[in-house]
């Protein structure tokens, strides 16, 4: 079984629809971070947590917020979603004193 | 802004060949991830360096990383159909260990021609 899972791996929507992004991890780690990726720009970190209780802003959220539910579950909102929210989305984990970033398989959201 | 440069952009390469793949940072690395990913799926850790001159290898791919630590290269051997995809590199720019999460470059698309 995967270490770190995504729901759902595809999803189209409509612009101005809410929409949520789950991550659910196994490796016990602390942090948890949530990328999006476009074409030709690489991956961009939209929140990361170290903790249940810790949550920050990465280098592009606005337009998103976040919810650390449990160690083991961040999730990913998009309040009303617009067009060029469209990409490919990735979690990702790692633990205290790893460096190494653990990712989960993605979700592609197309919003039309 | 473009903390972290890759090239090139895409390569097309004759299976058995070699090649390199360039990561440059416009600030002091104190970590530098490599990342393979297939097309449209998750990121594969390949490895992570953090000390000035550091190598690593596995397999058939090294990385090294320059003695002033802003430069990375990936260099594959004797390419196979299997080394196909896209090759990130990923920067920690702070001295945290990559807590806060890492920036990206933009990626190379490797293709492996038979």
């Known amino acids: 079984d995967a270490d770190v899972t995504q729901t759902p791996r595809n999803r189209i929507t409509k612009t101005g629809k809410r929409i949520m992004l789950e991550c659910s991890q196994t490796?016990?780690?602390?942090?948890m971070y949530w990328y999006r990726q476009d074409p030709g720009l690489g991956l961009r970190l939209i929140y990361y947590?170290?903790?249940?209780?810790?949550?920050n802003k990465g280098e592009i959220s606005d337009g998103y917020s976040v919810s650390r539910q449990a160690q083991a579950k961040f999730s990913l909102s998009l309040e009303s979603a617009i067009p060029n929210q469209t990409a490919l989305y990735f979690c990702a984990t790692s633990g205290q004193g790893s460096h190494e970033q653990y990712f989960g398989p993605g979700t592609r959201l197309t919003v039309t | 802004s473009q903390e972290l440069e890759q090239s090139p952009q895409s390569l097309i390469v004759q299976e058995g060949k070699n090649l390199t793949i360039n990561c440059t940072s416009s600030k002091t690395l104190y970590g530098l991830y490599w990342y393979k990913q297939k097309y449209g799926e998750g990121l594969i850790f390949l490895m992570m360096?953090?000390?000035?001159?550091e190598e690593k290898s596995h397999e058939k791919i090294t990385a090294k990383l320059d003695e002033k630590k802003q430069q990375s290269s990936l260099h594959i051997t004797a390419s196979q159909p299997s080394h196909a995809g896209i090759y990130l590199c990923?920067?920690?720019?702070?001295?945290?260990?990559?807590?806060?999460?890492?920036?990206f470059g933009k990626g190379t698309h490797l293709i492996i021609q038979p």
């Open positions: 490796k016990g780690h602390d942090r």
């Open positions: 360096l953090q000390k000035g001159g």
């Open positions: 947590s170290f903790d249940v209780k810790d949550i």
């Open positions: 990923g920067a920690d720019h702070h001295s945290g260990g990559g807590a806060d999460g890492l920036t």
